[in-house]
Structures are given as structure tokens and as C-alpha cells.
């Protein structure tokens, strides 16, 4: 898809001159647009207290609701046409604690382990030579 496709909250660019589009490029918009709507009404199942405020999670997500946000995501990207990740319940419930994690400025337990893991592998120096 190309430019004229570009979304502007409910404005297409491509309706401002319609007349312009090739048939091809006329029946893309089409297919962008319902695509819009229909991601649209998927996203709308979230639970209003799972979206995000200022970019970041409020709370952590049930093990059922997980698995209702990894569905919204599979549904939304095969919508649309793109590939996205975290589409199981564990991979959103971490996602999840990584941020709720990054939000209060602690490790999450993923961070943790690649910095014991860093640390292990890393040979120490019993001292500094300055």
C-alpha cells in the first residue's frame, strides 16, 4: 500500500480525490479501510483497565485476560497483514511484567536473569589497575 493510504484519524488522504486512484489502487483503499474498521472492532474487546495510559500498562493482566490481548493481537496483525509478537498468554503476561517492571524502575525477572547470566560469563577482575 502506498501513501494515499495513509489514515488521519477518520480522513483518507485518499478521499480527497478519488478520481485520481487507479482502479487497483482505489480497490486497495477499499481493502484498507474495512481492514481499518474491523482492527478497529477487535481492539475494542480490551478491557478498558488492560489499555495503556502515557504508553505504559496500569495493571497486569489475568492468565484469561493474557490470552484475550494475545488473541486481539493475532487477529489484528492477520487484519492488517503484519506479523507482531507476544501472541501467547505467557508471552503478553511478561511483556507485561517487563514493563510494569521497566515503569518502576526495577529489573523485571527477564532482565535479572540475562544480567546474572551476563554476569557468569563475564571473567571478573579481583581488582583495578589504574
Not at 483503499?29 to 478498558?48: D, G
Not at 496500569?58 to 493481537?73: C, H, K, M, N, Q
Not at 508471552?91 to 551476563?118: F, K
Amino acid at each position: 500500500m502506498r501513501v494515499l493510504h495513509h489514515e488521519q484519524g477518520q480522513r483518507w488522504l485518499a478521499d480527497v480525490a478519488p478520481h485520481l486512484l487507479s482502479p487497483e489502487l482505489a480497490a486497495d483503499v477499499a481493502r484498507a479501510k474495512a481492514a481499518a474498521v474491523e482492527r478497529q472492532a477487535i481492539e475494542a474487546e480490551i478491557p478498558e483497565h488492560l489499555l495503556f495510559s502515557s504508553g505504559w500498562p496500569t495493571a497486569r493482566p489475568t492468565p484469561e485476560e493474557a490470552e484475550l490481548l494475545a488473541s486481539v493481537r493475532r487477529r489484528v496483525a492477520q487484519t492488517v497483514g503484519i506479523e507482531v509478537g507476544y501472541t501467547s498468554a505467557a508471552d503478553v503476561m511478561r511483556r507485561y511484567d517487563e514493563l510494569l517492571a521497566q515503569r518502576q524502575g526495577t529489573p523485571s525477572s527477564a532482565d535479572a536473569n540475562a544480567t546474572e547470566h551476563a554476569a557468569a560469563s563475564v571473567p571478573a577482575q579481583a581488582s583495578f589497575a589504574f
